[in-house]
């Protein structure tokens, strides 16, 4: 993994920003840790059905906490040891090529458009 690193800035109410700090020092983590942390298993847990229509979400068969993601580690760790940033990067998986294949699919049907005017993808009103 590249040291090479990016400066990510949002804004969050002041009350979530407690509560993210609040649960970071619980983990003992720092707040751009857990931020970081929390991102990437969130990108993790979400899935999309191995089917023919890409756009159709996985009915439950995501399990981030559970015994899957407790054989991928364990998978990841067999040719050795990684940091903490590695591992978390071995999780995320192949989620950026199911987002391209579900805009892709999506735009086929015309219920999505890009319009680079307006920010990006946008929805289509039919």
Not at 7 to 30: F, I, N
Not at 79 to 92: H, I
């Amino acid at each position: 993994m590249s040291d090479d690193r990016r400066s990510v800035k949002t804004y969050v109410p002041a009350e979530q920003k407690e509560r993210w700090q609040s649960h970071a020092d619980d983990l003992g983590m720092s707040q751009s840790e857990f931020v970081r942390t929390m991102v990437q298993a969130g990108r993790r847990g979400f899935s999309i059905a191995e089917s023919s229509d890409p756009t159709e979400p996985s009915s439950g068969e995501s399990d981030p906490g559970g015994e899957d993601l407790e054989t991928e580690v364990e998978a990841a760790l067999a040719d050795g040891p990684l940091s903490w940033e590695e591992l978390v990067d071995a999780m995320v998986g192949d989620f950026e090529d199911q987002l391209e294949e579900t805009l892709d699919a999506l735009q086929e049907r015309d219920r999505v458009r890009h319009r680079g005017r307006e920010g990006g993808y946008t929805l289509t009103n039919e």
